[in-house]
Structures are given as C-alpha cells and as structure tokens.
C-alpha cells in the first residue's frame, strides 16, 4: 500500500511551524524535506525518521521498522505526538547536511 496524498499533507501540516517544508515523491513514496534537507521518509503512510545517534535517547521508546526492502533500520515517529516530532525534527535539521548538488553531464 503506498502513501496517499493527504498522509503526507498531514504529515507536513504536523511540523508546518519550521520554514520551508516541502515534500517530494520518489518511486511511489515520500521523502519530507526541511530546510531543504531530507528529514522523514514516509511509506506505506508511516513516518520513519533514520537512526541517528543524536536521536537515539529521545527514540528509545519508539517502534523502529524498515520503511523498503533493503533499508536500514529506521525510528517510526508518531507525528501527532506534537512534542516528540518537535524535537526531533529540531535535532535531525540540524545535524543533517544539505544534499550535495549533482553536477551536469556534458
């Protein structure tokens, strides 16, 4: 069952406080970006957010999951806790780096 539109509309209202939220879809699911930088996958209408160490105390209680087949292990993150996803998308912007720029082909 791949995600609906209005799962990742609702996933994306949930963390509307923070600039520039946008989604992207790619091969039928869904990478949610702030700031520009990739911060949830969302398959299957479920919200997983990687496993970062930085992350790892806060998530300790969370389910984890495999969000496609050949996936590391990832946090399911219940996004109408409204506290806990603050504070992890506060934590998972700031430790994430922009994606590098692919270069053109000539």
């Known amino acids: ?58 998530m300790k209680n969370s389910d984890r999951g495999i969000p496609y087949g050949g996936a590391k292990e990832h946090y399911i993150l219940d996004v109408e806790n409204a506290e806990l996803t603050d504070k992890v998308i506060e934590i998972a912007e700031r430790i994430t780096p922009l994606p590098k720029k692919k270069s053109k082909r000539q």
Do not use: W
Request: include cysteine; charged fraction near 25%.
């Open 1 to 58: 069952m791949a995600t609906t539109v209005d799962f990742i509309q609702f996933v994306c209202e949930q963390i509307h406080g923070y600039a520039n939220v946008r989604y992207k879809k790619m091969f039928g699911e869904y990478m949610v970006y702030v700031n520009d930088k990739p911060i949830l996958l969302v398959c299957d209408n479920t919200v997983y957010v990687k496993k970062l160490d930085e992350l790892s105390d806060l």
